[in-house]
């Protein structure tokens, strides 16, 4: 499989990690999945808190087949408060405890969403808490994870941090494909590190996963960590991420086209459609019926799209204005009352 460099860490790590998801069952059941991904050269584990102490007795004689990425979560909320060096530096011992090892390769401040966040991990001495750890050896690389781009720039604009954990996949798109977001160019120029997660939209993602993961993996991010639950999906991960190995640049790269993987019907998004009498936004209904029609998902989500998607085809008067300015010919008001299955729970 593939490897890549993660940022300047300098760390080799595999295309396709192996995500928290299906590591919070019980320890006979992460045994044989841990094992079967070190065999497979997916090693790199990436865990919440309460799965350590588990992961740290199946690591036991084997913890340097390993690269390791644990987080603590660090909020304003006095709820929820791990925002001074000591409880930083505690939460760091527990991990190691847990883990049964001397040093981890990344530990991250996890979900910070915005600016505030940021501001109250540095002001509080979290942040200065784990550059000690790091001084002292127990923690070899700090990294950060958020939804939000533009928190996480101002994030990272510091370097204080060595890679990003976000989510990125088939519904998802705004970190990679967005100018106004721009984060995978901004990770590019500063040498970080990008980790993705959700990478099949949270299970939502039922069919043709090989193309939803050779989507990801041809942006210009280090890996993905699909949650596996068990030995025979991740060996279906594995799997992909060889086929996308064996693949030459110029494949990968037809990989970030839509319409080289969905293929028709498809709305190439020119907007001739626009403006439709009925205020319906039909590129963007379009786009969400083909997407979800490809890879089997059963709903989108509003809240990770830009502005307000409205799916009303009973608004349609039969005007034609759409079809006879599409270049494309496509059917274009069977397909938006297609759409319309898709966004009842949206």
Known sequence: MLRRRLGRTD??????????????????????????????????????????????????????????????????????????ADEIMGRIETCLRNLQTDSIELFQFHAVMDSDAMDFIRAGG??????????????????????????????????????????????????????????????????????????????????????????ILSHDVTLTIPGAGTTEQLDANVDIAEEFT?????????????????????????????PCPGEMDIP?????????DFFGLKEWIRAQEVGTLEVHPERCDGCNFCESRCPYDLPVRQMVRDAQQYSQQA
């Open 284 to 292: 963007a209904i379009l786009k969400m019926g083909r997407t979800c």
């Open 126 to 215: 979290a942040l200065e808490g784990i550059k000690k750890a790091k001084e002292q050896g127990k923690v070899q690389h700090i990294g950060i994870t958020g939804h939000n781009s533009p928190a996480l720039v101002y994030a990272l604009k510091e370097d204080d941090f060595d890679t990003v954990m976000v989510p990125f996949n088939v519904m998802r798109r705004d970190f990679g494909e967005d100018p106004s977001y721009g984060l995978f160019s901004f990770t590019r120029r500063k040498d970080i590190g990008v980790i993705i997660m959700k990478p099949i939209a949270s299970g939502r993602v039922t069919q043709n996963l090989s193309a939803a993961l050779k989507f």
């Open 246 to 274: 064996a693949m030459s640049e110029e494949e990968r790269k037809a990989y970030t086209e839509e319409l080289f993987f969905l293929g028709e019907p498809y709305c190439r998004q020119c907007q001739y459609c626009l």
């Open 11 to 84: 760390l080799e790590v595999p295309i396709i990690g192996l995500g928290g998801v299906g590591l919070g069952q019980p320890l006979e059941a992460i045994t044989p999945l841990i094992n079967r991904a070190r065999e497979r050269g997916a090693n790199f584990l990436h865990m919440y808190e309460s799965q350590e102490e588990n992961i740290g007795h199946v690591l036991a004689g084997q913890r340097q087949e390993f690269i390791l990425s644990a987080h603590v979560d660090v909020s304003a909320d006095p709820k929820m408060k791990m925002g001074t």
